[in-house]
């Protein structure tokens, strides 16, 4: 079992840049594929981005894809979303999940067994 707990969320103008972390408690992180979704408001969470286990393969969001990267370091226990670019339609809440199933960087909600309780990004214009 892991527990996520994300980090790095704030307010930033346009065009600049945020780190989230996502911390996940538990031995057996490296198990585990990751990933991160946001929901803005009065819409459904959706897609962002989704790592492999081990080997760091990846999958992007076509909206997010050459702005955000995401990675992790399984002896830190940590996954990372790096964001630049910034746009207002970036604001959302972020939230950083873990499945037990996904062989791939999957982008289905369904997939993912744990969430975290979510961090704000604000991007103004």
């Known amino acids: 079992q892991v527990q996520p707990v994300e980090s790095g969320g704030g307010l930033v103008q346009a065009g600049g840049s945020l780190r989230l972390s996502c911390a996940a408690s538990?031995?057996?992180?490296?198990?585990?594929?990751m990933g991160w979704f946001r929901q803005a408001p009065g819409k459904e969470r959706e897609f962002v981005a989704a790592?492999?286990?081990?080997?760091?393969?990846?999958n992007y969001a076509d909206s997010v894809k050459g702005r955000f990267t995401i990675s992790r370091d399984n002896a830190e226990n940590t996954l990372y979303l790096e964001m630049n670019s910034l746009k207002p339609e970036d604001t959302a809440v972020y939230y950083c999940?873990?499945?037990?199933?996904?062989?791939?960087?999957?982008?289905?909600?369904?997939?993912?067994?744990?969430w975290g309780q979510g961090t704000q990004v604000t991007v103004s214009s």
């Open positions: 538990g031995r057996t992180f490296s198990r585990y594929a």
């Open positions: 999940a873990a499945s037990s199933v996904a062989i791939t960087p999957s982008s289905r909600e369904y997939d993912y067994d744990y």
């Open positions: 790592i492999s286990r081990r080997t760091g393969r990846t």
